[in-house]
């Protein structure tokens, strides 16, 4: 689909114009202008912990880009999207056991320092229900906790950048009453 940038007549003769004025067309609104065609919002993600008394023990912020879930040691984790698995397993980057999961877009979202993870590469995995491992302290972590990380780019690729992920997790099945 090719934009047009539309160009404002031209000014009446005896007026001077100040030059072309150039109006943009956003992509939404050139989309609103064809018929059938629907602009559908992303779907409401989930707490990534199935237990309703967690709590984010620490935000992101520019020194730590993720959200720490305490939890109780061995309690579910469940992804906040549906998607494929593209990693499980063990990694020596202070994460310890973890889990990166595809929900297409260009969106991951990634599980670190569970006790043991329950799933595996190529998996599809639905959101709020599938078991991705349970909560740990495995990894460079102090106590039993999720870290959850929300990624445009395959994690930890050139490219690749992490974003806030409360955004994504501020809602669901397990969603705690007290961030309500």
């Known amino acids: 689909m090719a934009f047009r940038v539309l160009r404002a007549p031209a000014a009446t003769p005896g007026h001077r114009s ?9 992509f939404a609104a050139l989309l609103a202008l ?9 779907a409401a993600a989930a707490w990534p912990v199935a237990n309703r008394s967690s709590y984010v023990s620490q935000y992101y912020h520019r020194t730590h880009r993720a959200d720490d879930i305490a939890s109780a ?21 202070c994460g310890g056991y973890q889990v990166w999961v595809y929900h ?3 969106l991951y979202t990634g599980y670190y320092h569970m006790s043991r ?34 990624w445009h ?18 809602s669901g099945t397990y969603f705690p009453p007290r961030y309500s």
């Open 104 to 106: 297409g877009d260009n």
């Open 18 to 26: 100040a030059g072309p004025r150039i109006r943009r067309v956003s």
């Open 153 to 170: 780019g395959y994690p930890w690729r050139s490219g690749s950048y992490r974003v806030n992920p409360w955004s994504y997790i501020d």
């Open 73 to 93: 040691r061995g309690t579910r984790i469940v992804p906040v999207y549906s998607g494929r698995v593209v990693f499980a397993g063990w990694r020596s980057n």
């Open 117 to 150: 993870e329950t799933s595996w590469r190529g998996r599809w995995v639905t959101k709020s229900t599938s078991t991705l491992g349970y909560v740990g302290a495995t990894g460079c972590a102090t106590g039993p906790h999720l870290h959850v990380e929300v």
């Open 34 to 42: 064809l018929p059938g065609v629907a602009v559908v919002a992303p």
